[in-house]
Nanobody, 121 residues
Framework: QVQLVESGGGLVQAGGSLRLSCAAS????????MGWYRQAPGKQRELVAA???????DYADSVKGRFTISRDNAKNTVYLQMNSLKPEDTAVYYC???????????????WGQGTQVTVSS
């Protein structure tokens, strides 16, 4: 079993910054992709950013130039640095990871419990 634990959400004024962290623990052999998704009230969950084990990144157009995703493979941790925050960034942010638990296992997708980010205008 694998757990993803997020931290770093909160309330910030528009133009401010927050840094989210997500640590994976449990039965982990490798993690191919780690990412962040968000879901605002009444909207579908959407990809914010993702990073592969090799460091390749992908961002939603709405956050390019403002958010930076990074990961520490040794700590099985992914970070999301969010700058120049806007009220429309308000959402619950979820950590996501594709984990292989041992060399004989298939890859499985896991989700964190979510952390609230609120940006006031």
């Amino acid at each position: 079993q694998v757990q993803l634990v997020e931290s770093g959400g909160g309330l910030v004024q528009a133009g401010g910054s927050l840094r989210l962290s997500c640590a994976a623990s449990g039965s982990i052999f490798s993690i191919s992709v780690m990412g962040w998704y968000r879901q605002a009230p009444g909207k579908q969950r959407e990809l914010v950013a993702a990073v592969t084990s090799g460091g390749r990144t992908d961002y939603a157009d709405s956050v390019k130039g403002r958010f930076t995703i990074s990961r520490d493979n040794a700590k099985n941790t992914v970070y999301l640095q969010m700058n120049s925050l806007k009220p429309e960034d308000t959402a619950v942010y979820y950590c996501n990871a594709f984990v292989t638990s041992d060399y004989l296992s298939n890859e499985h997708e896991y989700w964190g419990q979510g952390t609230q980010v609120t940006v006031s205008s």
